[in-house]
């Protein structure tokens, strides 16, 4: 064991003596810089693959419940509050659960995925686009109301 490592230290000593430190330090430094000790051991391989809509996918889609208030009826949920502001009116919907949802043009609700389409300081408007038996379309507007208050204020 002794012979082997006087071989290492001359050998140590032949490249101190011809200047290659520099080599052999550059070399270790820069393939030390490339590993990261941090990276996944298992590789993978990232393949996207596009999807296919056809009707029949975004019909799906169409009837997927997104809100909670497309759960509801409009004879469940009652409009309790609206603010109007310079920006955009709001309007405030509670559920039969008693919970207040915060809603705005555009909000869908109601099971025929109707939209809201205009808020004015005591009601709001929905338009609804309800397939017939046909296959057309038959466009409902439905009128929610604040209800007036017992003391007549």
């Keep these: 064991m002794c012979n082997n490592f006087k071989k290492t230290i001359l050998f140590l000593t032949f490249f101190l003596l011809?200047?290659?430190e520099n080599i052999a330090h550059n070399n270790f430094s820069s393939s030390r810089e490339t590993i990261n000790p941090?990276?996944?051991?298992?590789?993978?391989?990232?393949?996207?693959?596009?999807?296919?809509?056809?009707?029949a996918e975004k019909q799906k889609k169409s009837n997927q419940i997104s809100t909670t208030l497309?759960?509801?009826?409009?004879?469940e949920i009652?409009?309790?509050?609206?603010?109007?502001?310079?920006?955009e009116n709001i309007?405030?919907?509670?559920s039969p659960g008693k919970k207040g949802y915060i809603v705005k043009i555009g909000t869908t609700l109601g099971k025929n995925n109707g939209k809201i389409i205009k808020i004015y300081n005591d009601r709001i408007i929905i338009k609804e686009k309800i397939k017939n038996s046909n296959g057309g379309l038959i466009i409902n507007y439905q009128?929610?109301?604040?209800?007036?208050?017992?003391?007549?204020?």
């Design 18 to 20: 011809l200047g290659c």
């Design 38 to 55: 941090f990276a996944s051991l298992i590789r993978t391989k990232k393949k996207t693959i596009p999807l296919k809509t056809d009707s």
């Design 70 to 75: 497309e759960k509801f009826d409009f004879n």
């Design 78 to 87: 009652k409009l309790v509050g609206i603010v109007m502001a310079k920006s």
């Design 91 to 94: 309007a405030i919907i509670e």
């Design 143 to 153: 009128e929610m109301k604040l209800d007036k208050p017992a003391n007549g204020n």
